[in-house]
């Protein structure tokens, strides 16, 4: 009940932080550590949370992310260093092994995603409506809305790639190119951008539906 706790050979620590509060507050059930030293705590209302060798959170497995149901009885790591949990009312396989995970637009509450970067550290999701910034820091998940982790930052308009040019990051859309600095956009080109990279010192070459053009800096 005083969720996870540390083992140095000579004495106990307490977590202070707050993965293990929200442990405790779901009442953790079982525990599988990864090869690779990595943690994953299953509760009995409130899903897995998945952290690394010093207490701190990676990522959560649960209604918020996909998953079925939130009362995760068993955890169990195969071969593959998968991760298998065993629910009330479901079996779900988590594909671990390889570093892919699903989370629905509509999760987070925008639409289609079309492409997702991270800069800075924050994530950016270019969607079919808009472009979105990630909010709060990663382990917020814990306690928030999945919709409260995004804010829209821009005009309703598709945006199809990001690229990092010279130290900053830009973004393409239908409605032009444009530098992105938090949640502030500037517009540099006025051009319908499908695709965006560098090429050369001083260009930056374009896919547009209307043909390839060459933009200079």
Not at 141 to 153: A, H, N, Q, R
């Amino acid at each position: 009940n005083r969720g996870l706790l540390l083992f140095d050979g000579v004495s106990i620590q307490e977590f202070d932080n707050k993965v293990n509060d929200y442990i405790v507050e779901h009442i953790p059930q079982s525990v599988a550590v990864f090869e690779d030293g990595r943690i994953a705590v299953s509760t009995d209302d409130g899903g897995t949370v998945v952290i690394n060798r010093r207490g701190e959170f990676e990522y959560l497995l649960s209604t918020k992310t996909g998953l079925k149901e939130n009362i995760h009885n068993s955890l169990y790591i195969d071969h593959n260093q998968d991760l298998w949990i065993a629910g009330n009312e479901s079996i779900s396989k988590i594909y671990t092994g390889v570093p892919v995970q699903h989370l629905s637009g509509e999760t987070f509450g925008f639409d289609d995603a079309l492409q997702v970067t991270h800069f800075d550290g924050r994530f950016y999701v270019g969607s079919i409506d808009g472009l979105y910034v990630q909010e709060s820091p990663i382990e917020d998940i814990l306690e928030v809305s999945p919709k409260e982790f995004f804010t829209k930052i821009s005009i309703p308009s598709p945006f199809w790639d990001f690229e990092e040019i010279d130290g900053e990051l830009w973004t393409g859309s239908n409605s032009g190119i444009y530098q992105v600095e938090g949640k502030d956009l500037t517009k540099l080109f006025d051009i319908e951008t499908f695709f965006l990279r560098p090429f050369g010192e001083d260009k930056i070459l374009v896919i547009s539906s209307n043909g390839l053009f060459m933009c200079t800096l």
